[in-house]
């Protein structure tokens, strides 16, 4: 069965970065996307951003341009999410979902990493 | 702001009919983007409901259906249960924004 597992919570002060994980089973790794949503405290859901597992593109919101990194490694069917410069306004649930179709919808979900960021 | 519009809250009685409305424009649905929508129990990850405007996944109960025309669609709950009572979601893909994008979500409330 599909799978998307994540690393555990993270807490990080003000200015540091954070790199969460999304090791994927069940699926062929590299026949789907894997795209980056969060979610704030009491909050909607908010687009971060995307990897082509096969080729490596990415894409990333505009919002978070310049901020996030995306990467995967294929050999160990994981994806990750590097978001640096936190502020508050970070702290969230970060979910990786996999890409399904193009444009896509996100058909399997990962548990969701909270991360903290305070002083 | 989010680019797509949903009603913050809607509700009805058990074994009512209730629809979610999820407003776009030009750029997404009247791009001809497909819209999807998922569910979202408070403290769990979201769940697929409906995917490609009409389509159920596997699993998903028939009594939840979606619709699309022109820059809008809607999420039509029928038979409402108490187990529905959760948060839903609108997404599609934007091309100005060359993203994906959300609602900012609907609260059902099963009275």
């Known amino acids: 069965q599909v799978q998307l597992v994540q690393s555990g919570a993270e807490v990080e002060k003000p200015g540091a970065s954070v790199k969460v994980s999304c090791k994927a089973s069940?699926?062929?790794?590299?026949?789907?996307?894997i795209h980056w949503v969060r979610q704030a405290p009491g909050q909607g859901l908010e687009w971060v951003g995307w990897?082509?597992?096969?080729?490596?593109?990415?894409k990333y919101s505009q919002k978070f341009q310049g901020r996030v990194t995306i990467t995967r490694d294929t050999s160990a069917t994981t994806a990750y999410m590097e978001l640096s410069s936190l502020g508050s306004e970070d702290t969230a649930v970060y979910y990786c979902a996999r890409g399904e179709g193009y444009p896509w919808n996100f058909d399997y979900w990962g548990q969701g990493t909270l991360v903290t960021v305070s002083s | 702001q989010s680019v797509l519009t949903q009603p913050p809250s809607v509700s009805g009685a058990p074994g009512q009919r209730v629809t979610l409305s999820c407003a776009g424009s030009s750029s997404n649905f009247g791009a001809g983007y497909d819209v999807h929508w998922y569910q979202q129990v408070p403290g769990t990850a979201p769940k697929l409901l409906i995917y490609?405007?009409?389509n159920r996944p596997s699993g998903v109960p028939d009594r939840f259906s979606g619709s699309k025309s022109g820059t809008s669609a809607s999420l039509a709950i029928t038979g409402l249960q108490a187990e529905d009572e959760a948060d839903y979601y609108c997404q599609s893909y934007d091309s100005s924004l060359s993203g994906c994008v959300f609602g900012g979500g609907t609260k059902l409330t099963v009275l």
């Open positions: 990897i082509n597992t096969g080729t490596g593109e990415r």
């Open positions: 069940g699926y062929t790794f590299t026949n789907y996307a």
């Open positions: 490609g405007n009409t």
